[in-house]
């Protein structure tokens, strides 16, 4: 079956950086992956997203310059680099994968934390 393992989440003080991943298994991984995040009391939101063919990225302007999302291919797993990270990113982020015909998966998230 899917299943969307995400790790790497974390306290980090302002400013800080973070490095998420998320390890796809059961299906080709040949689709575009994306990240999602859902700060306390707010809607789940699209942080990211890259695509299977040429790499192709995408971001929420909130985040634009200071996320990079990439992928690695070979291991099955996408990651997301965020740096100069600020409070406002404190949320639980989320791995998601859509594959069309309602088979949409996400995994169980990863708790990220930005406080002094």
């Known amino acids: 079956q899917v299943q969307l393992v995400e790790s790497g989440g974390g306290l980090v003080q302002p400013g800080g950086s973070l490095r998420l991943s998320c390890v796809a298994s059961?299906?080709?991984?040949?689709?575009?992956m994306s990240w999602y995040r859902q700060a306390p009391g707010k809607e789940r939101e699209l942080v990211a997203t890259i695509t299977s063919g040429d790499g192709s990225t995408n971001y929420a302007d909130s985040v634009k310059g200071r996320f990079t999302i990439s992928r690695g291919n070979a291991k099955n797993t996408v990651y997301l680099q965020m740096n100069s990270l600020k409070p406002e990113d404190t949320a639980v982020y989320f791995c998601?994968?859509?594959?069309?015909?309602?088979?949409?998966?996400w995994g169980k998230g990863t708790l990220v934390t930005v406080s002094s």
């Open positions: 059961g299906f080709t991984f040949s689709y575009a």
């Open positions: 998601n994968v859509d594959r069309g015909l309602g088979r949409n998966y």
